[in-house]
Structure formats: C-alpha cells, structure tokens
C-alpha cells in the first residue's frame, strides 16, 4: 500500500526529501539539548572562570534562536511545499481521471461512490502524509541519533533499546496486518453509504411522495450497524491482544535498562553527568517507540482509504489510436456496416443491443430514425460517437473509420440533443448553459440560436434574462424549457453532424411546430439525425425514414413509400394519425 502511495505521490518526492533532510537538522539540534544540561553539571562540578559562563549563556541563547528558526523553516515547509499543493494535486488528478474515462466505465461505477471515495481517500491521504511529516520522520531521526551516543556511554542498553524496537514494531505491523480484512469491510460500507446518502438526497420527491423516508433511514443505520461491528472487532484485536504485547515488552525492557545502569555505576562505568544524559536519551527513546506504533497505527487506520484512490488514479485511461492528419470534406456522411454491438461483455444475440445492423446517412441529409422503445436508436448515437466500441463492424464518419480518428477530434464533428433527463443543465445562468460548448460565443449568436430553439421569448420574460440562475440540474425549469435550452446549445455548437434525440418531445404542440419550421434553418449544410417517437415530427423534415426494432433495421424509406409498405411504420402511423 504504501509504496503505491508513494509511487503516486511522485512530484513530491524531492519535498519530502528536503523535509528529511530538515528533520534530521532539527533533531541533532534538540539533542544539543541534552547535552548541554549535562555539561552545566560537569562545569559545577570543575569551578570553572566566570566568563566560561558567559560564554556558555550566550550560546545558549543564540542556540534557542537557531532552534526556533529551524522550528519555522520545517513547518512552513510542510504548510507551503507539501500540505496545500498535495491536496490540490490529488483533488485534480482525481477529477482529470473523471473527465478522460470513457462512457462505459462511467456506467460501471455509482456516481456518489466515486466522489465519496475521492473525497474520503483524499483527506486520508493527507491525513497519512500528515502523520508522517509532522511526526513519523521526526521519531525516526530523534530515535537514530539518540541510539549513537547511547552507544558509546552504555552499549548494552542501545542493544537492548534495539531488540525492544524490533519486538514493539513487528507487533505493530503484524497487528495491523491482522486488521486489514475488518478495515476493508469498513471501507465497503463507507462506498454504500456514500451511494445511499447521495440518493436520499436526490430521490427526496419520490420518498416525500411514496412515503419511504424512514425505509431509506432503516438502510443506512443497517450500514452505520456495520460499520460499528466491524470497527469494533479491529479495536478489540489492537487493545486487549497486541497493546497488552507492547505494554509487556517495553515494561521488561525498562527494568533491564535499571539493573544495568545500577551494575555500571557500581563499576564506576557511568558517572552521575552521563546518568542523567543517557536517561534523557532512553527516555527519548522510549517514548518514540511508543510514538512509532501509535502513529503507525494511525496511518493503518488511514490505508484503505488511501489505498482505494490510489487504485482509481491508476487505473488505466483509454488510448488513442487515432491518426488522421487531414478533415475530409464537409457536409460529413455516416457509414454504420454489419455492427454487433452488447453493452456490457462480449457481444451475443441475447444480450445484444444491436445485431447486423447497417446503416447510410448520407451526408448534409435528414435521416429519421423511429421505432419502438428499446429498439436501439440511442445506442446507435454512442456507437458512431465512439462513446461505446462495438464488438463486431466498422463504421465510417467522413469515409474514416471512427477508430482511425482523434477521439475528441471525432466528437467535434458531433453536436447533439440527447434524449429526456440525459439533457445536464448545470447550476449555472442559462447562457452559461446554451454557450457551454461554445463559451466565446457573442450575445447574438446565443439569441440567435435561442430564438431557433424557441427559446428566446421566455427568457426575456425572467427578471434577469439570460442571466438567470437555473438551479441543480435545472431545476427551475420546466421539462419542455429545459429541453430548449439543450436544443439551442446543440445549435450554438455548431458542428456539422447534428444528432437530436427526441430533441421536442417535452415540448407542447405550438412551440413544437415554431420549432419544427425553424428546423429546415438549423440543420441547413448539415447532416442530421433525427429520432423521433412522435412521427409527424419526421415525416416532412427527414429525407429517408429508418425503422428500427429489437436492434435490428426492419425498414428503410420514404414516409410514402413506408406507409405504401403496410408494415410497421404505416401501423405506427395509422395509430398516431386516428
Ligand atoms: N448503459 C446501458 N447498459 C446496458 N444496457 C443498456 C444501456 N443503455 C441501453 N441499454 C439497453 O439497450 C437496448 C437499446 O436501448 P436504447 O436506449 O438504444 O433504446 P431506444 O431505442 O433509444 O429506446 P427509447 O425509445 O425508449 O429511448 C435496450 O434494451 C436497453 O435496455
Ligand atoms: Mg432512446
């Protein structure tokens, strides 16, 4: 765990050895310390001239102010270098591992886990890079540079202090070895809470209005039970098995370390100055050990936390293969040839979304494309945009194979309405919203665009206009407006593939047909792809009406030549139009 932390903590290696060498600065300094109280007896003892006093006092002083300021550089190096930056380093390497992960990766992973878990294991991150410079360092080096002195005054109690550092810290590190299953447990009911906590929020109307509330509360004080349980468990393990351990071997050492000072004063080994000197440094040193393990145990506590980010800012972003060096001509044609296509796993006719499918929307042309619910129309908008790969085919913007494009150069060409409550409103103004794509865009393209839309009218209408503030996810909106909104954004875009999913759906029927005579303006010098439940909203605009069902084509045509056909389009028509 720790050395893949470290591994992901690369840029700030070189601040961390600094920091080293800082604390070892610091340490040498404060067992100066030490070593001066022992020389004061020494001197008391000696009688020596009044101005070896004044020496010494001066030193003093100036050794206090040399401190301090090493006191200072080693914490604002820590503040200023590593603190601050690191948090920003990981919040923004998580986000950046957010944005470059493809669709189904997204699909695989519960939102509210992935930001708990980032939230969570960003601040125990630092919580460990915390303990380890503010106190795990600093142990380390007072507890080396303690032992070397002590092993010139009383050799056998630097050995014995050895021997009961290795006991202390291999009970540590067995014990928290011991308790990695319960904190993993833990961890797991930490990303369902985060998950269930997310959805209370966001299913609050659903709850309010079926009643579910103190349901949704029984599922999470099940959770907070397990987390409980398990925490339990872990402590139980470190307090009455391996604290009991430590106490023993530190409570045995001290009284070693007691008859062997005895025996070396009674030899005349060690005198009364170098008692007090070394008792200093074994206290010290004892007193570390402690330390050691509590802040090792800290840590542990932290690792699993730590240790699940380090996994997500690892995990491998999807390569580019794409290599086209020229754009080929504009309006672009759409090319979809023999395409299996499964969500998830390897493709099979049952858990398919698309089979053999083929498909030719002819560039700067309208193709429709309508058909029963599930059929696969949206899957055919992810496919050609490359959001999801397909197991079997190929497909074609611009007579290019979409794997031989630049994916963000392929998504230029695309500009879209996606379908229902796909469409994300940002808790921003509604221009923010309409220029997203485009945010250099003047007032006058943005009205423009909105006016296309059908749009513009009911901005004017708010008090602030277009600079109205639309709520989380849009919420001040009406179904309809919102779904404007995402009409005029995909018009702002201005790419030269326009793909609307139901782009009108939520619209009311006279604003729908202003839109509907706006659209010959919007989608003129571009190809489109229109799919539509609503089939009056197709059959004058599309030049060739595609039928989709079960993943499959079942018709291409006309609205003429379809309804001429008799099959399912004229039944879905028939129905419509009774
Ligand atoms: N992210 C996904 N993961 C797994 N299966 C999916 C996913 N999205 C869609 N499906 C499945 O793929 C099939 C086609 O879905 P798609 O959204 O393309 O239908 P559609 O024709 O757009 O339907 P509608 O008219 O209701 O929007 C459906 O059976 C659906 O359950
Ligand atoms: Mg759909």
Known sequence: MFRKLWSLLAPFHRTFLVFVFLAFLYETVQLGNSYVISLVVTLFGSGVAAYTWIFLVAGLLLFDELNMRLDNAFDWHIIAKQSHPLYRFLKLSAISKFLKMNIPWHHKHNSGTLVGKVGDGVWKTLEIVDVMSWEFVPTVVQTVISLIPLFFISPWVALISIVTFVLFAWLTIKGNREKEPFRAKRQDYYEDEWNKSIASVQSVETNLMFGQQERLLRDQSAIHDGIIGEALQEHRLGIFKY????????????????????????????????????????????????????????????????????????????????????????????????????????????????????????????????????????????????????????????????????????????????????????????????????????????????????????????????????????????????????????????????????????????????????????????????????????????????????????????????????????????????
């Not at 005349?268 to 050990?289: D, P, Y």
């Not at 053999?356 to 494309?369: H, K, N």
């Not at 793909?499 to 989608?523: C, F, H, K, Y």
């Open 243 to 578: 604290n009991r351990w430590r106490i023993r071997v530190l409570t045995v050492a001290r009284r070693v370390v007691l008859v062997i000072w005895i025996l070396q004063l009674l030899q005349g080994s060690l005198t009364l100055a170098s008692l007090i000197f070394v008792s200093v440094l074994v206290e010290r040193l004892f007193s570390s050990f402690w330390r050691f393990a509590r802040l090792l145990d800290r840590a542990a506590q932290n690792s699993e936390g730590a240790k699940r980010l380090a996994d997500l800012l690892s995990e491998a972003e999807p390569v580019e293969t794409g290599s086209i060096q020229t754009l080929p001509s504009k309006p672009l044609g759409i090319s979809i040839q023999d395409v299996c296509f499964a969500y998830e796993g390897d493709y099979s006719e049952e858990d398919g979304a698309l089979h053999d499918f083929s498909l030719d929307i002819e560039p700067g042309q309208v193709t429709a494309l309508v058909g029963p619910s599930g059929a696969g129309k949206t899957t055919i908008r992810k496919i050609v945009t490359r959001l999801a790969g397909c197991q079997k085919g190929s497909i074609f913007v611009g007579g290019i194979d979409i794997n031989d494009w630049d994916g963000p150069q392929l998504l230029e060409q695309f500009s879209y309405v996606p379908q229902g409550d796909d469409v994300y409103i940002f808790d921003e103004t509604i221009r923010y919203n309409i220029s997203f794509p485009r945010p250099e865009a003047t007032d006058e393209e943005v009205i423009n665009a909105s006016k296309l839309a059908g749009i513009h009218d009911f901005v004017l209408g708010l008090k602030d206009g277009y600079n109205t503030q639309v709520g989380e996810r849009g919420i001040r909106l009406s179904g309809g407006q919102k779904q404007r909104v995402a009409l005029a954004r995909a018009i702002l875009a201005n790419r030269p593939i326009l793909i609307l999913d139901e782009a009108t759906s939520a619209v009311d029927a006279i604003t729908e047909s202003e839109i509907q005579t706006n659209m010959r303006t919007i989608l003129t010098g571009k190809t489109a792809l229109v799919i539509a439940h609503r089939l009056s909203t197709v059959w004058g605009l599309a030049d060739k009406i595609v039928v989709m069902d079960n993943g499959k084509k079942v018709e291409e045509g006309t609205h003429a030549q379809l309804v001429d056909q008799g099959g399912l389009y004229a039944k879905m028509v028939s129905l419509q139009t009774e």
